[in-house]
C-alpha cells in the first residue's frame, strides 16, 4: 500500500483543483472544495503539513485512490 506524501494544504486544494474541484469557502483553517460533477465536498486543513492519516481519508473521500491523487500532484 502506497503512503501518501507530506504536503501542505494548499499544495492539496491545487492537486483537487486538476481533477476539477474547486474552492467554496474557507473558515479559519480549513478550505472547503467541491465537485459539482460527483456531488463530493471535502474539508482540507490549511496546515504547513497536513499528517498522513488526514491525508489518506480526504483522498479516500474524494473517490480517487492514492497512485491516482499522487499523479495530480506532477
Do not use: C
Not at 491545487?14 to 474547486?22: S, V
Not at 460533477?37 to 489518506?56: A, F, M
Amino acid at each position: 500500500m502506497t503512503k501518501p506524501p507530506l504536503l501542505s494544504g494548499k499544495k492539496i486544494v491545487k492537486a483537487f483543483e486538476k481533477a476539477r474541484f474547486y474552492r467554496v469557502s474557507q473558515k479559519g483553517s480549513h478550505i472547503k472544495i467541491r465537485n459539482d460533477t460527483s456531488q463530493i465536498t471535502l474539508i482540507v486543513p490549511d496546515h504547513k503539513e497536513v499528517d498522513r492519516w488526514t491525508l489518506r481519508g480526504i483522498i479516500r473521500d474524494s473517490g480517487l485512490t492514492i497512485e491516482e491523487f499522487i499523479r495530480l500532484l506532477k
